[in-house]
Structure formats: structure tokens, C-alpha cells
């Protein structure tokens, strides 16, 4: 890999995501060395990859160079790298490009879809995880729309025009809004000669309620704000089985859909060498104590959405959001920094900021540790936050623009089919 021996411990930490970056920011400039290692060379910014499915950004609005991210500091190290195995004996990583021993190894490999073992569902959905699914997904989308133009046949026009986005989460939640709000303010300018109007956004949730992680008044109005989008949304249905063409439930309900968006679920990326039995959680993530040190090992740890830290007021560990990655990250690396000094390490505390979601213009939901708020000034902080975690000026700066223009003109410029799509069905 070519990493320099250095007088300094090594740190080694696997994954560029919101935890793996905090931690390289907190020790760029102390006295350890640090690898991060990553499949991608950019830094993905998850809470908004719908927006560039929907057309709203393009992709380099939400993506940020790790290199450029820690550029300048001393004693870092990237490497553009998948991780195959973990050798806990030889304190080894083993890599498609080699293999690299370290003093303290740190996972931050975060989460893939979880489809709960349904093949049919895997093979033939779309996944809206990464930004190359989400350009897959816009291109999907847009040519459902240009195919749509082209077929005399009713029944297939319907199903081309037919979105089933299955789960309520905020994923779900603002993907049926963004889809929504193109029906109503950018398919009849773009497709004059075609009938729009009978495009459906249907949500199907398999619990009683949508956000169920969030306050019910939070759930009850973000509902209301996508039926008066012209949203369906279904709850107490789970989706069993799709083939391409048609979506079977549990129950009676059937869509006739050639597009369903599967955001469900979400499983922890596992490696070889820590997949065992006693390093894993019911859930499949890897059980760590308080200081984010995974079970039997002083020097292995794990932060972030692949780490499962049970406690009194967490028994399913934190959730797998951005902030309680965040401040692992930034925890640890002070917990390290103690290491260093010869001090203890102290335990991490997650100090809960609360949740939001937005459903479309003006509409949006928040539940802040002391106020729970909806509508316009919550899309407004909703904005304000997202806007204030991309990484780099120049994203805020294009972001920012983007989404004033999109909303003065009640457009998005970004719906190009950059690479066409096709998915084989089976």
C-alpha cells in the first residue's frame, strides 16, 4: 500500500462515511498516524441522495473528495481500497490492494439495504443507498416517462406512471414528497401531450404510522401533508413480492408498478474475520461497549451505524442516523488522543438533537429535544441544518442555490438522463 513506517501508533479506519470523517478530523493533527480506507474517493452526504434521484441536485452537490477533506494534514493517509478481511490475531487488514497492520483499527463501514432475505424484492427494486442508485434510480424514472409517451397500451402507460416507494421512514417520507411535487409542478410542462394526472406516488408503510421514530403529531401531519400532495399512502401493508411488473402484499392489495423503491430497511456491512457470533448483535451490528470498543478487543473498535451500543435509554443501540455517528467519531477520537496521553478513556454519551423530515415545499416536520414543530418553519430549519453539515463551501454555496431557484421557479433542472438505465427483471 505503500503507507511509510512511522515512530507514530496507526490508526487505521475503515469507511468515509459521517463517523469515519469526524474521527480523521479530531486526531489530523495529533501524533498517530491515520488510514482511512474507503471504496469510494468522496465523502457521500446521505440525507439528501433523493434529491438527486428526483432531480433537485446533481450528484457532486452532496459529494465531497475525502482527500480533500483532511488535505494539508500531517500523517494522513487515503487509500481507495474494499476491505476483504480482518486478521484480529496479526492485527492485519487484508484489502484488494494489499494488506496494512495496524495499532488501532476503527469500522465505520456504516449500512447497505436490507431486504430481510426477499430475493425477488433485491433482484428487481431499486435501492436509493448510494448516489450511483440514485442516478440509476433518476434515469429510471425519467425514461418511465419518455416509454410512457410511446405505448398506446393503457394498462402499461398506468404502470409505467405508477411509483410504490415501500417504507415510512424519513427516506420514504421525503422521497413521496419530492415525487409528488414533480407530478403536480413539472411533468405537465415537460410531457404537455401526455395525461400526467394519472401518475400515482403510492407509500406503503408496514406499521400503523409513518416517521414511527418520531412524535405522533410529527407522523400525523407529515401524512397530511402527502395526501394533500396527492400522495397514497398505505399503512399496516407489508410488500412480500415484485416481480418487475407487479408488487404483491400481504394482504389483497396488488400495484401494477414498473418501478418500486425499496426503503425499508437498512443491515450493517459486515466483514470477514468480525462476522462471528460473539461479536454481533441480534440486529448484525457489532456489539460495543461504553468507549465504542467491540467485544473482547482493547485496540478494535467500532463507530457509527455498523456499532450497536446497548444502554438503558438505547436497549437497540443509538439510531442510525448522522449525529450519534458524528459524535462517536468525534468521541472516540478524544477517547484516543487519552490513549495517547496514558489517561483512561471516558464513555460516550449521545446527546439526542432530534429528528426532522421534509415532505415538500413549506412542509416539513421537526422534533427538537424541547420543541416539536411543523410546516414552513420547519422546512426552514430543516434547510438550515442539512445546508450547515455538507462538507465543503463550495457544496452549501451550490445546494443553497439550487434549492432557491427551485423554488422560485418551482423547477428542477437536474432530470437528465446522463447514462440511460435498464434493469433486467427476473
Known amino acids: 500500500m505503500n503507507i511509510p513506517q512511522s515512530s507514530f501508533k496507526r490508526v487505521v479506519i475503515i ?27 468522496y465523502h457521500t452526504f446521505q440525507p439528501l441522495l433523493y434529491q438527486v434521484s428526483t432531480g433537485g441536485l446533481e450528484p457532486d452537490s452532496i459529494a465531497y473528495p475525502i482527500r480533500k477533506v483532511l488535505q494539508g494534514y500531517p500523517n494522513f493517509y487515503f487509500r481507495l481500497t ?21 495499532d488501532f483499527l476503527i469500522v465505520a463501514t456504516g449500512t447497505k439495504t436490507n431486504y430481510f432475505g426477499n430475493e425477488s424484492i433485491a433482484k428487481n427494486s431499486m435501492a ?17 416517462f419518455e416509454q410512457a409517451l410511446l405505448t398506446d397500451d393503457l394498462h402499461e402507460r398506468e404502470a409505467l406512471m405508477n ?5 415510512g421512514g424519513p427516506t420514504g417520507v421525503e422521497l413521496a414528497g419530492a415525487l409528488a411535487e414533480i407530478k403536480k409542478g413539472i411533468l405537465p410542462k415537460d410531457y404537455p401531450d401526455l395525461d400526467t394526472r394519472r401518475a400515482q406516488i403510492n407509500l406503503v408503510q408496514g406499521a400503523d404510522r409513518l416517521l414511527p421514530a418520531m412524535s405522533d403529531i410529527a407522523s400525523k401531519k407529515a401524512e397530511d401533508f402527502l395526501e394533500k400532495l396527492g400522495v397514497h399512502v398505505w399503512k399496516n401493508i407489508r410488500v412480500t413480492g415484485y416481480n418487475g411488473k407487479v408488487a404483491t402484499t400481504n394482504q389483497d392489495t396488488v400495484f401494477e408498478t414498473a418501478t418500486l423503491i425499496w426503503a425499508a430497511g437498512v443491515q450493517a456491512i459486515k466483514i470477514d474475520g468480525l462476522d462471528k457470533a460473539e461479536f454481533l448483535s441480534k440486529s448484525k451490528r457489532l456489539l460495543v461497549n461504553e468507549f465504542n470498543q467491540v467485544n473482547g478487543f482493547d485496540h478494535i473498535f467500532a463507530i457509527g451505524d455498523v456499532a450497536e451500543m446497548v444502554s438503558d435509554d438505547y436497549p437497540m443501540g443509538h439510531p442510525m442516523m448522522a449525529q450519534p455517528a458524528i459524535q462517536q467519531g468525534e468521541k472516540l477520537g478524544e477517547n484516543l488522543i487519552r490513549l495517547q496521553k496514558g489517561k483512561s478513556l471516558q464513555p460516550f454519551s449521545y446527546r439526542d438533537k432530534g429528528s426532522m423530515a421534509t415532505i415538500g415545499r413549506n412542509k416539513a416536520v421537526a422534533d427538537l429535544p424541547n420543541f416539536k414543530f411543523q410546516g414552513v418553519f420547519a422546512w426552514f430549519v430543516w434547510m438550515f441544518v442539512h445546508l450547515y453539515f455538507l462538507i465543503g463551501f463550495r457544496n452549501r454555496l451550490v ?24 434493469k433486467t427483471y427476473s
Open 82 to 102: 474494499e476491505v476483504t478481511k480482518i486478521d484480529t490475531d496479526k492485527n492485519l487488514v487484508h484489502t484488494t490492494i494489499g494488506e496494512l497492520k495496524f
Open 15 to 41: 469507511g468515509g462515511g459521517f463517523a469515519g470523517i469526524a474521527l480523521a478530523k479530531k486526531l489530523s493533527r495529533q501524533e498517530f498516524q491515520v488510514v482511512l480506507m474507503d471504496k469510494n474517493n
Open 163 to 167: 411509483f410504490v416507494i415501500v417504507g
Open 399 to 422: 445546494v443553497f442555490i439550487n434549492w432557491v431557484y427551485n423554488y422560485v421557479k418551482f423547477d428542477r433542472e437536474a432530470r437528465l438522463i446522463i447514462r440511460p438505465f435498464k
Open 128 to 144: 436509493m443507498k448510494t448516489i450511483p442508485q440514485s442516478l440509476n434510480l433518476r434515469s429510471l424514472i425519467l425514461e418511465n
